[in-house]
């Protein structure tokens, strides 16, 4: 059964700290005039929702004197934002660790204190972002190119909290996110593993080429990615364990039974929570 709790009134609460012009609960901007609506319009109000669930996710989960895991993408930059804005304001002991030379970056030029697993091996709250949930939270991650170092550390953290806007919420993978599933692979296994995915799985799995280099994409870890497009819905868990363990796989893009909570911004400026089944 999957559990959705709209907290307008959190949100009611976050305007009162949001610039000028932000959202409250029912509204997010004002109604831009006919003839700029579209594309630019819906573009800002996407970005409303990834800044009023990461805001909504740091106002509740973080606290003075813990270890943060920092996540990957667009909508965790909201998310920095918000906590280095609190660090400063309430004078709060944040440590944080990060998943991606994008993370580490964000981290540095916020001001924020950044550290690594080998100091702070065991993490209170990791906050991230991902492609798409399902209704039992199992997610998609690994589009923009992260998610081995993002599932370590989702991985060592007592708490795993997922922030997205409405267009990553889904009753099943792949009702959304049409890209497939990203696998992190060893580069001179990706053909082998390729023809093992569509094997023994169905489906396809391409190699992802870069936009603005010639080759394929490389990630943090110097590898490649394949992007699983699947063509029916599995039972995740016991695909995902079935794919780690072909040689030459380093991780996959499937997150199950990790994330405990996920916050997504909604179109109307409402925030929904979604809290992990109770087996």
């Known amino acids: ?26 509204r997010i901007l004002p109604a831009p005039p006919m003839q700029q609506q579209g594309r630019r319009f ?37 998310a920095v934002h918000r906590l280095a804005e609190r660090v400063k304001q309430e ?21 924020l204190t950044l550290s690594d697993l080998d100091r702070h091996p065991e993490l209170d709250v990791a906050i ?3 492609d798409e949930v399902d209704s039992d939270l199992n997610l998609i991650k690994g589009g923009g190119g992260c998610l081995t170092q993002e ?27 049409k890209k497939g599933i990203p696998i992190e692979v060893i580069p001179m296994a990706y053909v082998p593993v390729s023809r093992a995915l569509a094997r023994r799985f169905g489906g396809v799995a391409e190699l992802r080429i870069a936009v603005s280099k010639a080759g394929p994409v490389v990630t943090d870890n110097g590898n490649f990615l394949l992007d699983w497009k699947f ?4 039972e995740w868990s016991g695909v995902n364990a079935a794919i780690k363990m072909i040689p030459g796989v380093v991780e996959t893009g499937l997150f199950i039974n990790m994330a405990e909570r996920v916050y997504f911004g909604m179109e109307d400026g409402s925030v929904s929570i979604r809290e992990k089944p109770v087996l």
């Open 128 to 130: 991230d972002g991902a």
């Open 231 to 234: 063509d029916k819905v599995h």
């Open 42 to 78: 819906c573009s800002t109000m996407t970005e409303e929702a990834k800044r009023l669930a990461a805001w909504a996710a740091v106002e509740t989960h973080v606290k003075n004197n813990q270890v943060l895991g920092i996540g990957s993408g667009s909508t965790i930059v909201h």
């Open 1 to 26: 059964m999957r559990h959705k709790e709209t907290i307008a009134l959190l949100c009611r609460t976050l305007s009162t700290s949001l610039p000028p012009g932000a959202a409250g609960s029912s």
């Open 151 to 177: 599932k370590i550390v989702a991985g060592y953290a007592k708490c795993f909290i997922v922030i997205a806007d409405y267009r990553k919420d889904s009753r099943s993978l792949g009702e959304q996110w």
């Open 91 to 111: 004078n709060l002991n944040i440590v944080c660790i990060p998943t991606s030379f994008q993370a580490r970056q964000l981290i540095l030029q916020n001001g």
